[in-house]
């Protein structure tokens, strides 16, 4: 008797690809914004600058702004399940230091074409001086760009890839392996956080052990293909997928909030979040919203690094971000104002990788002859 193949009926319903990591990284970046503009009071440059709908003394934009704080550790995720395939069948170091490579032209691009031009017109002279942009380069210092702290993250994760991956390949079960990593790096951040030393190094570290789990969670789930075995055990026992989804979304966002959002909590619950959003997504079937999300997807980086030009030492143009004064409002304005530049620094990235595509060439020629 033939067996039912589950895997070949579930993947009709659910597919996790390049278009649905797009898909998640602009759920990603919506979560971004919503937690960055309304969660932060001591950000303001004026008191309540939005009218939004109040929950008691805090405001829903408030809570979901908390609970938007998930969206680093979706990076994250995203960032090592991505990379497992990329360097599957390419992981030389030449691979490495290409992604390296592009990861920082992105950020010294927005950098000396957006952040200090307009430093320079604000007068911030500090942030101008020579050392104070060296370290800004290297990321350092993010006094420039300061959500710009992802960068060295990045970069640690790239340097550590070949470790972390052959870590994930000595365990045969992919929840050992995320468990085992998990406490090891609650642990070390324990001791680094006691440790009373406040050196940038030790900054870098923490950063790094508390998104790290993450990033072996998004590699273990590559490797194993959890989210096949997700999508059979559905299909075996005839559950409704997407009331579990949306179900489970709501008790993520609950969950985070009885745990007081710690960080440990979303290695755990960030890929169970992500299948169900994708799962959401496919079961509504909208092509304006894929696409939507899809091309905000694609934006990410440049509008992670782009929004923070409303904050901190660049913060007397804020006014211009909380115009619209709506909540929603001013999510989508946020967007629609950064936009134009980040199409420009991928304009700039462009003739940037044609002119060293082309000097490649040259060289290679002149290698030859």
């Not at 755990?268 to 979040?273: A, K, Q």
């Not at 007397?316 to 134009?340: D, G, N, R, T």
């Amino acid at each position: 008797m033939k067996t039912t193949n589950y895997l070949e009926l579930e993947s009709k319903k659910f597919i996790f690809n390049v278009t649905s990591t797009q898909m998640i990284k602009g759920v990603a970046l919506l979560l971004m914004l919503i937690h960055h503009i309304f969660s932060f009071p001591d950000w303001w440059t004026v008191q309540n600058p939005y009218i939004g709908i109040f929950i008691g003394h805090k405001t829903l934009e408030y809570y979901l702004g908390v609970f938007g704080k998930i969206c680093v550790s979706i990076f994250a995720f995203l960032t090592g399940y991505g990379m497992f395939y990329a360097l599957e069948k390419d992981n030389t170091i030449n691979k490495f230091i290409h992604k390296a490579l592009s990861f920082l032209t992105t950020y010294w691009t927005i950098l000396f074409f957006i952040f200090l031009p307009i430093n320079l017109i604000l007068g911030n002279n500090d942030l101008l001086k020579v050392k104070e942009v060296l370290k800004n380069i290297v990321a350092i210092s993010t006094s420039i760009i300061a959500f710009a702290w992802y960068v060295r993250f990045y970069i640690l994760v790239l340097l550590s890839f070949p470790l972390l991956i052959s870590i994930c390949k000595k365990f045969n079960n992919p929840y050992i392996c995320i468990c085992f990593i998990w406490v090891v790096a609650i642990l070390i951040n324990r001791v680094i956080g006691h440790s009373g030393y406040t050196s940038f190094i030790i900054q870098w570290l923490m950063e790094y052990f508390t998104y790290m789990p993450s990033v072996i969670a998004g590699i273990c789930f590559a490797q194993h293909k959890v989210f096949d075995m997700l999508n059979v055990t559905l299909v075996k026992y005839k559950l409704n997928s997407l009331f579990i989804s949306i179900t489970t979304v709501c008790l993520i966002i609950m969950i985070r909030f009885f745990t007081q959002n710690h960080f440990s909590t979303d290695t755990f619950l960030t890929p169970i979040f992500i299948y169900s959003i994708i799962d959401i997504l496919n079961h509504i079937n909208s092509y304006k919203v894929n696409k939507l999300l899809t091309f905000l997807g694609k934006h990410s980086l440049n509008l992670w690094f782009l929004h923070a030009i409303f904050f901190f030492n660049t913060k007397a143009i804020q006014w211009v971000l909380y115009f619209p004064k709506y909540s929603i409002v001013i999510v989508v304005w946020c967007i629609l104002i950064l936009l134009p530049f980040s199409i420009l620094i991928n304009f700039i990235l462009s003739k940037i990788n044609s002119y060293s595509n082309l000097l490649t060439i040259k060289l290679s020629n002149i290698e030859r002859g």
